[in-house]
């Protein structure tokens, strides 16, 4: 925590960049401990940027700059007489290994001055139960550093080794920040930074800014120019975050930065002030001389080259602290005897102006207008988050809900995280249950949210365990059953906008088909569109058994016949059985009449015969008319030929039957052209060759029942009397033949 000196390597030489080196008491002590420090100092060829080296880390500049704090170069000034006798003479004197140190009353008055350490990974391995028994009681520990070139913050790899191990050891414990910040923002992230750090710890004395050059002129500090009210602004930014998360603040600087860089006068009035001065007299103005800074500190840094038992590979930092007689090791809230209260006080003084949340060794304490209000119970504040109050104390034990002007809020070891997302038990305006919060706050929407239980339907911010039914949220719309999600859930459900069928909990809004499930209190299969219930639908759709013909977007399974629609993406007349479409060749009936079917479709440019399991049917463009009784041309069964048919459908008699054609004899059903002989119909006996009626032909015939007259081609029944035929005479007696009669 001192300044660092800028080295420049060369024939291996150490030269000091240009500076006031003031009251150099004993050059030669200088010039020796220069050669003894140059095996702690790194080669140049290591120099790749130093303005980012760890300012007290043993293997860069530190070992020069030891040196040369060691004589006091910083703080002298060139008139070498900085105190008047009579503030000497009144002065306390301490004494640490073997060295008396004295003090001016200036800052003793009313305090106990103590030993106190400094300490960074630069001391490596420490036996803090040695440096106890040694005498030193109190510690501030560098939590971490901002590099002074690229402007990084980084942690100091020993703090939590050394923080725990000194508390272990029964010491009480600081913490400071080496800090290169040259704006406000950034003096905040570095007080962010150190608080996130001590969190979780116990800390005593005050948080500190290390404020400070890097080497003599040199750093990102430095090179920024800063006004001194500019650097001013930076530290009290740091300590204002500090003091509001219920820390000590103090700013940490050698002399001369108090002196000309800080106004530190003003910081005091607020924040602690700790300055460095290696000498064996601590620090305060001539009265004939002001200019100066010349007020109060609150801790001395005397000498970074003090020896301490338990730390035994490096020297380090000695202070003399100058604690109050009034004050806790400290602690922003301290006991008042004389109010016999527990006040929040800053720098000896009660801050009156103070509500929030502050910090002492007892715990964190609800400080209202600068005293503890032992009676508060709720929500409060400080610069490290929201804390949940029990009797006037952080409890750390609580977990569950707490409300403020802001809304109810679900804290967790006593603070609010402002993370806390999903469902969490508890009770919130008098309402035991379990409640929807986002960043920690109770949010009364109606919704699904989750938490490691499950998803679940809240209403008005609370889970609503009696409801079942759909319930949205940003992604996406579920089933609900008593409260929770069901992920398991195929089927449908009803919200204001209908009915919808949800797939493992969820609506996808994607499904289209026939899908089974209840609507409106009725079990079967309905017809969905981008997941909903079409409850006005008729007409074909298809799920995996195939396809469905649809009354009032349900599967009656009682339709048999021909409906429209489409299928397949061929749009026409379907054949159906129990509301399924079936792919047969058949011939098929609706309202409409008799259709013959290909392949489960209706095919209107179909001429010819078609069966179903009435019959075989003579269809014409696709429809049975059941107005034929003709001789028709086509294949039935299997077989080709001219076929009778009676009102469209195939008789299988035998006949005499016509067509556009002719008369023809008919043997089961079918034209026979390789018939001769009689055959008969309801109009009479007709006498056929090849199959035709001739309506030439006349003569004698004969079949099974006798011989018989034929004028034209039919049996004539009226005639009786004699015919020749073939130069036989035959006697005829109503249309037959007496066979007894014929003669030559």
């Excluded at 860089?261 to 001389?289: C, F, G, P, V």
């Amino acid at each position: 925590m001192c300044l660092l000196a800028s080295l420049i390597l060369s024939s291996g030489q150490v030269t000091a960049m240009a500076q006031p080196w003031d009251n150099v008491e004993n050059m030669e002590t200088v010039q020796q401990n220069i050669t003894d420090a140059q095996s702690d100092i790194i080669s140049e060829s290591d120099i790749q940027s130093p303005e980012d080296w760890d300012p007290e880390d043993p293997q860069n500049a530190r070992a020069y700059e030891q040196l040369m704090e060691s004589t006091d170069a910083e703080d002298a000034s060139q008139t070498p007489v900085l105190y008047s006798a009579d503030a000497r003479a009144a002065a306390v004197t301490t004494t640490w290994g073997g060295k008396t140190y004295t003090h001016n009353d200036f800052n003793t008055e009313d305090c106990d001055v103590v030993p106190c350490i400094d300490v960074s990974y630069h001391q490596g391995t420490i036996d803090w139960t040695k440096v106890k028994n040694a005498g030193i009681d109190y510690v501030i520990l560098r939590a971490g550093y901002r590099a002074s070139a690229s402007g990084t913050l980084n942690k100091d790899k020993m703090f939590e080794t050394y923080i725990k191990d000194a508390q272990k050891a029964g010491l009480k414990v600081g913490a400071y920040i080496y800090s290169q910040a040259i704006s406000v923002e950034e003096a905040e992230a570095e007080a962010n930074f150190i608080l996130n750090r001590i969190k979780n710890y116990t800390i005593d004395l005050p948080v500190v800014f290390d404020y400070e050059y890097y080497g003599a002129q040199e750093g990102r500090l430095y090179n920024a120019h800063l006004s001194k009210s500019e650097k001013t602004k930076c530290a009290e930014a740091f300590c204002k975050k500090v003091s509001a998360a219920g820390y000590q603040a103090m700013v940490y600087a050698n002399a001369s930065f108090c002196e000309s860089e800080l106004d530190t006068a003003a910081l005091h009035k607020k924040y602690q002030i700790w300055m460095a001065r290696y000498n064996s007299y601590s620090y305060k103005e001539s009265r004939d001389k002001g200019v100066r800074y010349g007020g109060q500190i609150d801790f001395w840094q005397c000498s970074e080259s003090a020896k301490v038992d338990g730390i035994d590979s490096t020297s380090v930092d000695f202070n003399w602290w100058y604690k109050s007689k009034n004050a806790q090791a400290g602690s922003g809230v301290v006991y008042d005897s004389a109010m016999g209260a527990w006040v929040y006080q800053v720098n000896g003084k009660i801050d009156t102006d103070y509500t929030g949340v502050a910090y002492n060794s007892n715990g964190w304490w609800y400080v209202k207008n600068g005293k503890v209000d032992f009676t508060y119970t709720g929500l409060a504040s400080n610069a490290n988050g929201w804390w949940y109050i029990r009797n006037g104390q952080v409890d750390f034990t609580y977990t569950g809900f707490a409300g403020n002007a802001n809304g109810n809020w679900y804290v967790e070891n006593g603070q609010i995280t402002f993370r806390k997302n999903g469902i969490e038990y508890g009770t919130v305006k008098g309402k035991t249950g379990w409640w929807h919060v986002k960043g920690s706050q109770v949010v009364h929407d109606t919704t699904v949210a989750e938490n490691e239980k499950g998803w679940w339907y809240v209403k008005n911010g609370q889970v609503d365990f009696s409801y079942t039914g759909l319930a949205s949220n940003e992604n996406g719309w579920w089933y609900v059953k008593n409260g929770q999600v069901d992920f398991k859930y195929n089927g449908f459900a009803e919200n204001e906008k209908g009915w919808w069928y949800l797939e493992d909990g969820k609506v996808t809004f994607s499904k289209n088909g026939v899908e089974y499930g209840t609507v409106k209190g009725k079990t079967g299969w309905w017809h969905i569109k981008e997941s909903q219930a079409d409850l006005t639908y008729t007409g074909f759709a298809e799920n995996e058994n195939g396809w469905w013909y649809l009354e009032d977007g349900k599967v009656t399974f009682a339709k048999d016949g021909i409906e429209y629609g489409t299928v397949k993406g061929k749009t026409g007349w379907w054949h159906i059985r129990g509301s399924q479409v079936v792919y047969d060749t058949t011939v098929a009936e609706n309202e409409n009449g008799w259709w013959r079917v290909k392949n489960g479709q209706v095919d209107f440019t179909y001429t010819g015969f078609a069966d179903n399991e009435n019959g075989d049917w003579y269809v014409e463009n696709g429809q049975v008319t059941f107005g034929k009784d003709s001789i028709e041309y086509g294949t039935v069964k299997g077989k080709k030929g001219w076929w009778h048919v009676k009102n469209s459908r195939v008789v299988y008699d035998t006949t005499v039957a016509e067509n556009e054609n002719g008369w023809w004899y008919v043997k089961d059903g079918k034209v026979d052209f390789a018939y001769d002989g009689l055959a008969e119909n309801e109009n009479g006996w007709w006498y056929l060759e090849g199959g035709q009626v001739t309506f030439k032909y006349t003569g004698i015939a004969e079949n099974e029942n006798g011989t018989w007259y034929v004028k034209t081609s039919q049996v004539d029944f009226t005639y009786s009397g004699k015919v020749v035929f073939d130069k036989i005479a035959y006697v005829i007696k109503n249309g037959k033949a007496d066979a007894s009669s014929t003669e030559k």
